[in-house]
């Protein structure tokens, strides 16, 4: 029996020349081989050669079936032809004007067979100006939903669907939808899904704007035929997701990018009464399900628009949907710690809108830069700039805040306030961003007290103008500041204070005691006896960490004994075993490690590993022989310290042994 096709690849077309081309090629291109892929183009009653450039790329394609059909009105109806004939595992919905990447389906799905998903993104890309979701490809994610990621607000089919899902919900666009069909399929695959995918680490979908406008819904009576498109979604919301946070957030998408398509197309609506009439049906919308917890989080202008949609406001409303279009200036009013935009109507009399619906405060970005993180002894040493977008730099006051991840318990430090950094870059049109300096110390960073053991993110508390907001640092940082992690020993403190940043995003915390990071091994590159003391063994070599340290000697019987280290700022050590006073190392074979050199009794230790060629040495202690030997392994480092046997000394000096 005949194994099913990985994918089947519909493709609807409606006068797609020149861009077929590329689309189709594209397919037939795909890494996982055309021999896996059914290739399904539905030609939509096209006049402008798409049907002829379909039959020739079908007729070098075994695998590849061209159907021929009279214009239905929109891609709906062409795309259930293609899902009816599919047989492919998974079925992928390509729209004629664009292209896919090389490896893109290969991707999908292997990523797809991992983790048993039923719907899979692929990281889209714009081309030509075209506009496309961002937010969701910031990273994989194996295995998500709705609720989990904000793949919700990429609500269009171009995705890999598992047919059986598509089967068994008898799911089918709905051709009675001139404009918004996918909409209402993808939230229902969405929303029936155990597992949704994506794919960010490649660029799987190129989305073409074309030159003729041709993938453009704009027409007069736009917004009218949106209405049934959201209709249904908002239907299909209320009835599929039990009210509360989760269908909060899903309302969210639509009140916010649907209510700016649809205002959009309202403004180029010419007919007054069909005007008011298409209104007055999106009020109704928004008077039934965007509560103000859908609007909660939203831009400013977006609860003010829909503040005056609810109020019936028309005019008021196409108004600010202007000023939004044409990117027109906004003031800001500061006032007790809060900031407003000065959009259309604010503190209008006549319209009568709260401040609340003005309030930009949430939306200011902290734009902020490290130029230095680097220790100081057990100080920790940070410099950048920092600003509010639209406020400028940073004043007095701003404060470092060490936040543990686990407990939430955070402690504030003092941010000296210095002059803009030369290369600074300006934010929002207003002056420089201010530097500064903050100065952590964990062992007096808790109100005079060592942090305790925990992973402590760093936030930089940025006040301007009286204005205070909060922001996660480290994400941008200067070439010249280490990218590593940097273990420091820092006294008061059991275990190892650790500065590392974050995957995916690049933050700065400071792992104390070892939470995440675990003590790095120390390298012994070299192990000799000293020339002019016989009984003085040199080892040195390299560790990653810097600060006091000991040398921590373990026999079998558990007795532990500390020498002294020499370490430096580059993590290189050495340390001198003055093996010739019985008090220095007893008689025993000895396991070697380091051991910050901290007031704790926890301290952790640090691995000696090396491969050393074995090097012993004899000499008299107390007028017994005794005789040292120190090999090194990948795993450990041994020392043996023991008394010299005389008889088989003898034995083997006479050649008997």
Request: net charge neutral.
């Amino acid at each position: 029996m005949t194994s099913p096709p990985d994918v089947s690849v519909v493709i609807a077309a409606y006068n797609a020349m020149p861009y077929l081309v590329k689309c189709v090629e594209s397919v037939l291109e795909q890494s996982i081989g055309v021999e896996r892929l059914e290739i399904i183009a539905v030609d939509d009653g096209s006049t402008d050669g798409t049907g002829e450039e379909l039959d020739r790329f079908a007729a070098r394609c075994p695998t590849m079936r061209v159907i021929h059909q009279e214009n239905s009105g929109g891609p709906a109806q062409p795309r259930n032809v293609g899902l009816d004939l599919a047989t492919g595992r998974y079925v992928f919905f390509l729209d004629a004007d664009d292209w896919l990447g090389t490896e893109a389906l290969e991707r999908m799905v292997a990523t797809a067979d991992a983790n048993g998903s039923d719907v899979v993104l692929g990281k889209m890309v714009g081309v030509g100006g075209r506009t496309v979701p961002v937010s969701m490809f910031r990273r994989n994610q194996p295995r998500t939903t709705v609720f989990d990621s904000n793949v919700y607000w990429a609500l269009g089919p171009t995705k890999l669907f598992r047919r059986t899902l598509l089967e068994d919900l008898g799911l089918r666009f709905d051709p009675r939808l001139t404009v918004g069909q996918d909409q209402p399929f993808t939230a229902t695959a969405y929303l029936n899904a155990s597992v949704v995918s994506v794919v960010a680490d490649y660029d799987c979908y190129y989305a073409v704007r074309r030159d003729d406008g041709g993938n453009n819904t704009s027409r007069p009576d736009g917004a009218l035929r949106r209405l049934p498109f959201l209709r249904a979604v908002f239907d299909l919301l209320t009835r599929e997701v039990e009210a509360g946070p989760k269908r909060d957030r899903l309302l969210r998408r639509h009140f916010q990018s649907d209510q700016r398509e649809f205002l959009t197309h309202l403004l180029a609506e010419t007919d007054p009464e069909q005007r008011a009439a298409v209104f007055e049906e999106f009020r109704g919308f928004v008077r039934a399900w965007c509560t103000e917890e859908v609007q909660r989080g939203m831009p400013a202008a977006d609860r003010l628009r829909l503040w005056l949609i609810r109020s019936g406001r028309l005019d008021e409303t196409l108004e600010v949907m202007r000023h939004t279009l044409e990117d027109r200036a906004t003031p800001t009013v500061v006032e007790k710690g809060r900031v407003y935009g000065a959009y259309p109507y604010f503190r209008d009399p006549d319209v009568s809108a709260p401040d609340e619906v003005f309030d930009i405060t949430g939306e200011l970005a902290v734009r902020h830069h490290l130029s230095e993180v680097s220790w100081s002894g057990s100080r920790l040493r940070l410099r950048g700039h920092a600003a509010v977008d639209r406020l400028g730099g940073l004043d007095d006051g701003s404060e470092l805040v060490l936040r543990e991840r686990e407990s939430g318990a955070e402690h504030r430090l003092p941010v000296t306030r210095t002059a803009a950094e030369p290369d600074a870059p300006r934010t929002g049109g207003e002056d420089a961003p201010a530097g500064f300096t903050a100065v952590v110390d964990p062992a007096r960073a808790a109100a005079g007290a060592p942090l305790p053991r925990g992973l402590w993110d760093v936030f930089l508390n940025v006040v301007v103008r009286g204005v205070a907001k909060e922001a996660r640092i480290g994400s941008q940082r200067s070439p010249e500041v280490p990218a590593g992690r940097q273990h420091r020993v820092v006294r008061p403190l059991d275990g190892l204070v650790t500065t590392y940043y974050t995957n995916p995003h690049g933050n700065l915390t400071l792992d104390v005691g070892g939470v995440k990071h675990p003590p790095p091994a120390a390298e012994v590159t070299a192990a000799r006896w000293a020339p002019q003391e016989r009984a003085t063994l040199l080892l040195s070599g390299s560790v990653d960490v810097v600060g006091p340290l000991r040398l921590r000697a373990t026999d079998g019987d558990g007795r532990t004994v500390d020498l002294p280290v020499e370490t430096a700022e580059d993590g290189s050590f050495t340390c001198a075993l003055r093996l010739g006073d019985e008090e220095v190392l007893p008689f025993g074979t000895w396991s070697l490690a380091l051991r910050p050199d901290a007031e704790g009794a926890a301290a952790p230790l640090l691995a000696l590993q090396g491969t050393l060629p074995a090097a012993g040495r004899r000499w008299w202690r107390r007028a017994r022989p005794v005789y040292a030997k120190v090999r090194g392994t990948r795993k450990e480092v041994l020392l043996t310290v023991a008394p010299v046997h005389l008889g088989a000394a003898v034995r083997r000096a006479v050649g008997l042994r």
